[in-house]
């Protein structure tokens, strides 16, 4: 089994900043995506950004720019720096696995988001 534990997540103020952490455990490829994800009542969960094993990142238009998605495969975590966050920024973060041996992701729990001031 895939385990991710988040960690981060709070309450902030519009421009204000919040790192989220996911750290990995269990039995999975060193081929793989980690990405975060985000979804806000009434709407579908979208990917916000990104990295797989060698480094190659994506980030949603929405948030280019302010957000940074790193990783440390060796410790199996990745991170989701959100600087300069924005009330629509306000969701449920969600780290993500994507085994890319066997073709299957993992889901962390969930981590609330609220940006307002």
């Known amino acids: 089994q895939v385990q991710l534990v988040e960690s981060g997540g709070g309450l902030v103020q519009p421009g204000g900043s919040l790192r989220l952490s996911c750290a990995a455990s269990?039995?999975?490829?060193?081929?793989?995506?980690m990405s975060w994800h985000r979804q806000a009542p009434g709407k579908q969960r979208e990917l916000v950004a990104s990295?797989?094993?060698?480094?190659?990142?994506g980030y949603a238009d929405s948030v280019k720019g302010r957000f940074t998605i790193s990783r440390d495969n060796a410790k199996n975590t990745v991170s989701l720096q959100m600087n300069n966050l924005k009330p629509e920024d306000s969701a449920v973060y969600y780290c993500?696995?994507?085994?890319?041996?066997?073709?299957?992701?993992?889901w962390g729990q969930g981590t609330q988001v609220t940006v307002s001031s």
């Open positions: 993500r696995l994507y085994d890319g041996r066997v073709k299957r992701g993992y």
């Open positions: 990295m797989d094993n060698s480094a190659s990142t």
């Open positions: 269990g039995t999975f490829s060193s081929i793989n995506i």
